[in-house]
């Protein structure tokens, strides 16, 4: 069974501060894939990222940075220098994928963290 | 920029009745998928479509819940009677021609069972 854990309910920073919002993940599988989406106020999910299992090497986009540790099964997401419009809930979400190919793409949500951003 | 769209943005039913949510995933996607969200709460998964078929269903989606792609281009939930734990934010996705692509949501449409 799969499982993802965003420990941190809220989170709530001063404009300019620099958060990270962490996600700590379970799977049995090898292959997989880790993904983060932003639910702004108006409700849609935005994709942001998506990481498979085998590419551990950080990214950096703009003010958005992801740190991928396998050893710690963890899928972390900063945001640098945080704007007033990152305010939003975050979710992790997590899918398998297997040679059978009984995997279709499913997505295992975290329960999601609220981030606010005061001016 | 290709989306996925979604119709109604809200719809209101009483309880026992049947609704009907519609999605269009973008054009040249695959795999369909249909998530809810009860207020507050994680998107959770309902179920996955491809090559016009269900290709993988949650608990949540029992023998109330059907989806259909009539088309070539929508793709639409059933619930035939709904309850009222059925209140829910729904979304629609798709993706593109593998199944770990990155899933693209619509806007979602708002159920509220009275």
């Known amino acids: 069974a799969q499982k993802v854990t965003q420990a941190q309910t809220e989170i709530s920073v001063v404009e300019k501060e620099d958060v990270t919002l962490d996600c700590v993940y379970e799977t049995r599988d090898t292959t997989y894939y880790l993904f983060w989406y932003k639910q702004p106020p108006s409700g849609e999910l935005v994709f942001l990222i998506r990481r498979n299992s085998f590419d551990e090497q950080n990214e950096i986009s703009g003010r958005y940075s992801w740190n991928f540790q396998k050893s710690t099964s963890s899928f972390n997401f900063t945001i640098t220098a945080s704007q007033v419009v990152d305010s939003a809930v975050y979710f992790c979400?997590?899918?398998?994928?297997?040679?059978?190919?009984?995997?279709?793409?499913?997505?295992?949500f975290g329960q999601g963290t609220i981030l606010t951003v005061h001016p | 920029e290709p989306e996925v769209t979604q119709t109604p943005s809200h719809q209101v039913t009483q309880m026992g009745q049947e609704v009907i949510l519609r999605c269009v995933p973008i054009s040249n996607h695959l795999y369909f998928y249909w998530y809810r969200q009860i207020l507050g709460q994680k998107v959770e998964f309902l179920v996955s479509?491809?090559?016009?078929?269900?290709?993988?269903k949650s608990e949540i989606f029992d023998d109330q819940f059907s989806v259909e792609r009539p088309d070539g281009s929508n793709f639409t939930l059933k619930i035939r009677s709904t309850k009222l734990e059925d209140s829910a934010m729904y979304f629609c996705?798709?993706?593109?021609?593998?199944?770990?692509?990155?899933?693209?949501f619509g806007p979602g449409t708002r159920l509220t069972v009275l």
């Open positions: 996705a798709s993706s593109g021609i593998s199944s770990y692509n990155e899933q693209f």
């Open positions: 979400a997590l899918s398998y994928y297997n040679a059978g190919g009984t995997s279709y793409g499913k997505l295992t």
């Open positions: 479509f491809y090559n016009n078929e269900i290709s993988e």
